[in-house]
């Protein structure tokens, strides 16, 4: 029990905004890869924080976040964020790393090494929301 409390912390404290993450798997892999990222540059003085989860689609066809029914204007309809898709993705915003680590500590998770780091996306820019600049992952 007190090891599942001690992960329930951990991904609290880098969930915040208590982002709906229904997909354990992205949750232990989130934890795992903030871990990475703090052996990576040896400390812990940097931002990390979830800023989407969990998606659905309304009975209007549109996207919605299953964290607040708010309406995610450029979500796409086949999103890995959709609990439907196994609610595969998490947005997080990243910030104060240099993007080699990120890419280090990405690599020792399931994650999908693809995603946008400080507004700049390191395989396509496709992923990139102008509007809301954030490191876009998922679960392979
Ligand atoms: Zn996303």
Sequence with gaps: MRRIEESNSLISKLNPDNYQLSNPAVRAEV???????????????????????????????????????????????????????????????????????????LERTNFHPRGIFNGVTRYTRRLLYEYDRHTHIFLK
């Design 31 to 105: 934890e795992k890869l903030y871990g990475g990222l703090v052996e990576e540059v040896g400390h812990t003085n940097f931002e990390f924080k979830i800023t989407g989860g969990d998606r659905y689609i309304g009975s209007d066809g549109k996207v919605y976040s299953s964290t607040d029914n708010s309406w995610v204007q450029n979500s796409k309809m086949n999103s890995k964020h959709l609990i439907k898709n196994g609610a595969r993705a998490v947005d997080l915003r990243i910030r104060g790393l240099d993007e080699q680590s990120f890419y280090k500590a």
